[in-house]
């Protein structure tokens, strides 16, 4: 396990993913009743910007760090308010220096009755994490393989919750693990909201990764997919994609609005593109391409 989110934190990626995550927990909360966040590669969990990891590769400038530089408009801003309004929170005296991860901004969302199960398998970060929820009792951290929350876990006590699969993606057949484990999840919870992370670089499985997705039958399943660059010259990640299952039904229009703004502001090239697409659900199978 090399992977460490530190020196990722704040980029392109992470502002998709951190963004639709806050519109999930906002739609779960329209209803009074308690639902529970379960994190299944939960990161540390808080980042300092400041740190000398994320100094070295930088990568938040060109994501959050561009983001808040930018004039969004009033409903692209409306429709990031929970994400933006966590990180206002977490730096009250301006500029940016803590970014939230995943498990603290759900965390920062919750009202009294809302519940985080976050699981971290690096024994370094899994302590870091644990730290950020000390004494916190809506939160349970766990050093477990997230893979295996996917069973134990599920249904949650609360009947409600969002699921997120966020895996560093660092070893070969992580895709095909995604699917099985999204498999595996649905057949214990079914109605559960689950949100899954996947890069998007030169030769990634994409195409086959979604018919496999669509050969589950799980019913409903939108795509959203932000690309920053061309992947003609670089292997690394030049875009990421989140598969959300039962997504609220605003959903669709909210990416619509949402993914060409974060599309034309984080843009590194003229090939930047935006997509979002019923992979099985409202609408006839997309086909993949
Ligand atoms: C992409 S990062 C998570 C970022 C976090 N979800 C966020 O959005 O802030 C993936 C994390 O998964 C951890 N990890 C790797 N394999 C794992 C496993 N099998 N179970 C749980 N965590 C794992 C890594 O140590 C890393 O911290």
Redesign the pocket.
């Given at each position: 396990?090399n992977?460490?989110?530190i020196y990722?934190?704040g980029n392109f990626a992470?502002v998709l993913?951190?963004a639709v995550?806050a519109r999930l927990i906002r739609y779960m909360q329209k209803k009074d009743a308690a639902f529970r966040v379960l994190?299944?590669?939960?990161?540390?969990?808080l980042?300092d910007l400041s740190a000398e990891e994320a100094q070295k590769t930088g990568e938040w400038q060109g994501g959050i760090g561009k983001l808040l530089e930018t004039d969004l408009g009033p409903q692209v801003s409306e429709l990031l308010e929970p994400y933006l309004s966590v990180i206002r929170a977490l730096n009250p005296e301006g500029g940016l220096r803590f970014y939230?991860?995943?498990?603290?901004?759900a965390r920062m969302l919750f009202r009294p009755q809302d519940r985080l199960s976050a699981?971290?398998?690096?024994p370094e970060?899994?302590l870091r994490?644990h730290r950020v929820f000390e004494g916190d009792h809506h939160a349970r951290i766990t050093e477990?393989?997230?893979?295996?929350?996917l069973g134990a876990h599920l249904p949650p006590k609360e009947k409600r919750g969002i699921v997120?699969v966020?895996?560093?993606?660092?070893e070969d057949g992580e895709y095909e693990r995604l699917v099985d484990g999204l498999a595996r999840a649905c057949r214990r919870f079914p109605g559960g909201t689950y949100c899954l992370?996947y890069p998007l670089k030169k030769g990634a499985p994409i195409k086959q990764f979604h018919e496999a997705l669509q050969a589950t039958e799980i019913p409903k399943m939108l795509c959203a997919e932000l690309a920053v660059r061309s992947d003609r010259e670089t292997t690394g990640l030049t875009g990421s994609g989140l598969v959300i299952v039962n997504p609220p039904f605003t959903l669709k229009d909210e990416l619509h609005q949402l993914l060409p703004a974060l599309k034309d502001h984080l843009a590194q090239d003229r090939f930047a593109s935006q997509r979002a697409f019923w992979l099985r659900g409202e609408t006839k199978p997309a086909k993949a391409d």
């Open positions: 396990m992977y460490r989110h990722h934190a992470d993913k951190h995550l994190d299944t590669h939960a990161g540390i969990g980042y939230p991860g995943s498990p603290k901004l699981m971290e398998l690096h970060d899994y994490l477990l393989d997230g893979w295996l929350a997120l966020d895996p560093p993606f660092e992370w």
